[in-house]
């Protein structure tokens, strides 16, 4: 529901449901709480959702024509398992967008913006402590769009979420190799000094550090994953 109205009212939310469960699911999926192979029926999620088949098949055709999604013959659907290269490929695409997204953003923050931000980089670096992989993605995700969100550009916004969509359920490899100690992955994490270059306002660093993680995580998990042979 939204804030009281000038009459005292609380607001009706006109949200339809089809787009809130489609948003849920899109946020599942750049968070990385989906494994790239996982089968996804519309009826175990609208279980799960509390809603019926209809609005969960209709947020699959989009996320379909997105590429996040794969569709299987028995009408399911698949997160799907990239390979190297695509990996490699959709890497590439985040640092070009991402790291101006940082930059433009840092022009842009203001005092609210940069306290929001310093609250979810100290959530990150916390839930890095507590060894659980799921927590620590959506801890990331909400950091880094906390930036993203502020770079003044929707298209933009756009298309990082779209390639988010893509290889969010892959970033699960992320804790490859960290599996007795997570809090090591914050040695590929530069999360901290993307606030330091914020809190200076230096738009060049800020993109630097960012970067820096997005490709500093991709390598690790390139040398850590079997991939399989092309299949995109």
């Not at 969509?165 to 100690?181: I, K």
């Not at 995580?217 to 040398?223: D, M, N, T, V």
Request: hydrophobic fraction near 40%; include cysteine; proline fraction near 4%.
């Amino acid at each position: 529901m939204a804030g009281r109205t000038h009459f005292g009212l609380t607001a009706v939310d006109t949200v339809p449901l089809h787009e809130k469960v489609y948003l849920e699911l899109v946020r599942a999926l750049m968070s990385g709480q989906f494994l790239p192979g996982q089968k996804l029926t519309s009826r175990k999620l609208a279980k799960e959702l509390g809603t019926s088949d209809m609005p969960v098949r209709s947020a699959f055709m989009r996320l379909q024509a997105l590429r996040a999604l794969s569709p299987m013959p028995n009408g399911s659907v698949e997160v799907p398992v990239i390979s190297a290269e695509r990996f490699s490929q959709l890497t590439a695409v985040r640092t070009l967008l991402e790291g101006p997204a940082t930059e433009l953003a840092t022009k842009l923050i203001n005092g609210n913006n940069l306290r929001t931000i310093r609250r979810h980089c100290t959530e990150l670096t916390l839930t890095a402590s507590k060894g659980e992989i799921g927590d620590y993605l959506r801890k990331n995700h909400d950091f880094k769009f906390s930036i993203y969100r502020h770079c003044g550009n929707e298209q933009m916004i756009f298309l990082i979420e779209t390639v988010w969509m893509q290889v969010g359920p892959f970033l699960r490899n992320l804790a490859m190799g960290f599996e007795d100690d997570l809090s090591s992955i914050l040695d590929i994490d530069y999360h901290e000094e993307v606030v330091a270059a914020i809190e200076a306002q230096d738009g060049g660093r800020a993109r630097a550090a960012i970067v820096r993680d997005i490709d500093e995580g991709a390598a690790h998990i390139l040398r850590q994953v079997r991939f399989p042979e092309a299949r995109s």
